[in-house]
């Protein structure tokens, strides 16, 4: 049963610490998107790759997050320093988008819920 | 201000009635997508719909987009304490990104 796994699932750090958040895509997708869900924003989009390589990282703080396909196997979000209203979790997913085609299952991770202290 | 609507934001059933949940988008719909999240846990996907007029169903739950893809509903027929957890409607707002805007959710709660 192939599915996104996500590590690690909880996560506790105070402020200014450097948190790094990692993702395996289901083998053969080619996209992996990373998502923050809050309370107040609700769910909304970070970064995503396409073929490993950087497509849209315009929901990202750029200052402080980053984001990186090492290898087609892993996916890490990393933030430093991390502050409080990073607090959230964070979600990975993965899908094969086709080329023409604009609908594409999303298959989501279990997210990480990082606390910032 | 949300460019996907969702209503009602909580509901509250009795085992075995039927519920609807709405999404609505001001921008016409490239397709929608139904996830299913319980406290803690990631989200599960539902059912895609990308055409006009499209209904899907899965089990007891069924999923329609309007004629003018602009709007869509779930509907949980015999609702059951397993239907519990928050739906989310997603879509694609942009072709020239595959990402998906999600709606703000909607808690659903099942009396037994």
């Known amino acids: 049963d192939a599915r996104v796994t996500q590590t690690p699932r909880d996560k506790v750090t105070e402020m200014g610490q450097e948190v790094t958040m990692r993702c395996q895509p289901i083998?053969?997708?080619?996209?992996v998107f990373w998502y923050r869900q809050t309370m107040m924003q609700g769910l909304e989009l970070l970064a995503y790759?396409?073929?490993?390589?950087?497509?849209?990282d315009s929901g990202m703080p750029k200052d402080r997050f980053s984001a990186e396909m090492p290898d087609a196997t892993l996916a890490t979000l990393k933030i430093q320093p991390s502050e409080p209203r990073d607090s959230a979790v964070y979600f990975c997913a993965s899908g094969l988008v086709l080329a023409g085609v604009i609908n594409n299952e999303q298959f989501f991770g279990p997210g990480t819920r990082l606390t910032v202290l | 201000s949300q460019e996907l609507e969702q209503s009602p934001q909580s509901l509250i059933v009795q085992e075995g009635k039927n519920l609807t949940i709405n999404c609505t988008s001001s921008k016409t719909l490239y397709g929608l997508y139904w996830y299913k999240q319980k406290y803690g846990e990631g989200l599960i996907f539902l059912m895609m719909l990308q055409k006009g007029g499209e209904e899907k169903s899965h089990e007891k739950i069924t999923a329609k987009l309007d004629e003018k893809k602009q709007q869509s509903s779930l509907h949980i027929t015999a609702s059951q304490p397993s239907h519990a957890g928050i739906y989310l409607c997603?879509?694609?707002?942009?072709?020239?990104?595959?990402?998906?805007?999600f709606g703000s959710g909607t808690r659903l709660q099942v009396q037994p």
């Open positions: 997603g879509a694609v707002m942009d072709t020239g990104r595959r990402a998906l805007t």
């Open positions: 790759f396409r073929n490993r390589a950087p497509l849209d």
């Open positions: 083998l053969g997708h080619n996209t």
